[in-house]
């Protein structure tokens, strides 16, 4: 049986009418975890949050190309 890390597993829910008060549990080793709810994550490298916008992905990506460009100019 796969177990899971449960410090790694989050809760995020996408939509417009969401009930955020809803508690996802999960039953591992006879023990019943609560996960945690978040706003935004970051998935297979790509930040996105509850609305599916990714403003932070593409403030990070423009951040690493401005460092690109200053390793570039130093040379």
Do not use: W
């Not at 955020?20 to 006879?30: C, E, G, P, S, W």
Request: net charge positive.
């Amino acid at each position: 049986m796969l177990k899971l890390n449960i410090s790694k597993c989050k809760v995020m829910s996408v939509g417009r009418n969401l009930d955020k008060t809803y508690a996802y549990d999960l039953r591992q080793d006879y023990r019943v975890i609560s996960l945690e709810r978040v706003e935004d994550i970051r998935d297979l490298g790509v930040s996105i949050d509850e609305r599916l916008s990714f403003p932070d992905n593409i403030h990070d990506k423009i951040n690493k190309a401005y460092a690109m460009l200053g390793v570039i100019k130093k040379l």
